[in-house]
């Protein structure tokens, strides 16, 4: 066994990684252990992109955490984050433009409300419906995950951390004297845990809150005009419910296409047994849906991935003190949605693991909360 540390962090995807560096930067002797390579593409955090907002559809106590966030990204730099502005696309009542504009109206967010003309005019890739309303906000923009990972990694590094990969955790213990981890290489002790497993969380996290993983698709789609209007796009998310569809400007340049994908369209599956071939009907579904929102956004796809989300009922994060054993932190259930809160999660698990409190509020992300359906 080894032993000697104060907080172990078994997962260092996303979450995992930022609670390395915030844990390691305040001086604590910290192992990090991953399954997979840094920064792998077998989880949930890859894919080039991830959507960062403001105006919160979800629900507007996400909001100061988004806040936060906005300072901590901008901390990491321009390599983990791009400021491109955000669209929110939708019926008025609905949860794309009515929610968003719920948080935005409620928490004094800076935004515009614009009609289908108005939005044709200023971003001319767009086709609205005569129903639809957009809501626009400056402060938004898109992370890149494998970037940040890396960079939480780097910095975790760079504090004292010990970072041991290809170690999947076999099983782990608590009790009043501290935690245990046993992977197949070794069996490791501390203080505490700090369990961020992504995908495996319903094997792992042994919470209450259900969690059901899905396979998700991601597509990059070429456009069949000049790709200049999509070099300066906004990011973007467009309908609700099952036809929803979220998206980037050309972040990687002209030969790389256009990412845009549904936002709620996954089918149920285990990190064991996911289908990673994407499947040609998969991604005609995609592009139908797509020209619809973007009459120029026809050109054959140049790319399709597979990544997971791993979903609660409410979608709802899973954050906080572990039900049973108050030296463990739990952080799963993102339900597709979380990667933007990655480096206030990271400075949330660090509190928890040191202190047991935290001042950001995360009252909706209960362990023990009994979970209601979202509203569509």
Sequence with gaps: MTTGYDVIVLGTGGMGSAAAYHLARRGRRVLGLDRYGPAHALGSSHGGSRVYRQ??????????????????????????????????????????????????????????????????RRFPTFALRPDELALYEERAGYARPEATVTAHLALAAAAGAELRFGEPALSWTAGPGGVTVRTGTGTYSAGALVLSPGAWAPELAGVPVPMVVERQVMHWVAPTGPIDPWLEHPVYICGDGREQVYGFPATDGPAGGVKVSFFRAGEPTTPATVDRTVRPAEAAELRARAREVFPGLDGPTVRSTVCFYTTTPDEHFVLGRHPEHDNVVVACGFSGHGFKFAPVVGEILADLALDGATRHPIALFDPLRVPAPPVS
Excluded at 61 to 81: K, N, S, T
Excluded at 99 to 119: F, K, M
């Design 55 to 120: 105006s919160y559809f979800e629900d507007p106590a996400y909001v100061p955490l988004l806040l936060r966030a906005w300072d901590l990204w901008h901390e990491l730099g321009r390599d983990c984050f791009v400021r491109t502005g955000g669209l929110y696309v939708g019926a008025p009542a609905g949860a794309a433009f009515g929610g968003s504009l719920r948080s935005a109206e409620e928490w004094g967010l800076p935004h515009e409300v614009l009609g289908p003309t108005e939005v044709a």
